[in-house]
């Protein structure tokens, strides 16, 4: 009996070193865009609250750190708020899988600037004349006389290399640019700063105290979009992009699952009510 035992416990140990033995269910990691971690958490919460065997952890620390992690087997599932790039995919291959991107939502990213700034509206030349550094002062673009404090994303950011390839046409951000830590921590200086203007995901900054989203033009002097679900969706706002989860191959049991709910009415449903733009 006691040789019996001792086989029983130690094959029960190897089944949780393992991670075989799910006494408290399926553990999902989610890493990844900032812009997403709002989304994303909200999602692995709705979601447990119906599947009790399943346990979600999201964390941010931008697309590339989650593309990082996908590639290093450190998470389940990568939000990333742009394309993995060549050289990412290469890397997988390296780690012998191919990444599977589902579009789970979609996103406009906004220019947001002070409530007290009377600039309502830029077009895509002046919002990549400020960030890189041709256009330093509001005036030269409507506003009044004040220095513009450029606030970025840092550079392991989807959002800051969306921008920077999509509007500012790969030319470098201006080296007087403040980099920072989050979209909220962009958000929080925005509304307390009237010389600044910062940019990411619409769902953090409409209807904020102090912050203001500017309109955007394709071209100087033409009329300006605001990023609505409806000019996202129909890609009629100038920076519209889709949002991802990559996982390693095709998602399959309890990923897959969670996967199928995001992309659910109720699913979308919650990315629509947090600020995002569903997909239909």
């Not at 958490?41 to 593309?67: C, D, F, R």
């Not at 509206?121 to 041709?134: E, F, N, V």
């Not at 071209?219 to 409806?230: F, H, M, N, Q, W």
């Amino acid at each position: 009996m006691k040789t019996k035992l001792t086989i029983a416990l130690t094959v029960l140990g190897l089944l949780v070193c393992l991670g075989v033995s799910h006494a408290a269910g399926k553990s999902i990691v989610i890493k990844g865009s900032d812009t997403m971690a709002m989304l994303g958490q909200a999602w692995a919460e709705a979601y447990m609250k119906s599947h009790s065997n399943v346990e979600l952890s999201v964390q941010g620390g931008g697309s590339g750190t989650g593309i990082t992690a996908l590639i290093n087997g450190a998470c389940d599932i990568c939000q990333a708020s742009r394309a993995m790039k060549t050289k990412e995919i290469d890397k997988c291959k390296e780690h012998n899988f191919l990444p599977v991107a589902t579009t789970v939502a979609l996103d406009g990213i906004a220019i947001s600037v002070n409530a007290e700034n009377p600039v309502k509206t830029l077009s895509l030349a002046q919002i990549k004349d400020i960030y890189t550094g041709k256009v330093t002062n509001w005036k030269q673009v409507g506003g009044n006389d004040l220095p513009i404090v450029v606030l970025s994303r840092e550079n392991s950011s989807g959002t800051y290399a969306y921008l920077q390839e999509f509007v500012l046409k790969n030319e470098r951000y201006t080296n007087t640019a403040l980099m920072m830590p989050s979209t909220k921590a962009i958000q929080s200086e925005v509304s307390n700063n009237v010389r600044a203007i910062g940019y990411g995901g619409e769902a953090y900054f409409k209807g904020k105290a102090g912050v203001k989203v500017v309109l955007v033009s394709a071209k100087t002097g033409s009329a300006g979009i605001y990023p609505s679900d409806e000019n996202v969706r129909s890609s009629k706002y100038p920076i519209s992009r889709p949002l991802y989860f990559y996982t390693a191959g095709k998602p399959s049991g309890a990923i897959a699952s969670f996967v199928k709910f995001c992309l659910s009415p109720n699913g979308q449903e919650l990315a629509t009510k947090l600020g995002y733009v569903a997909l239909k």
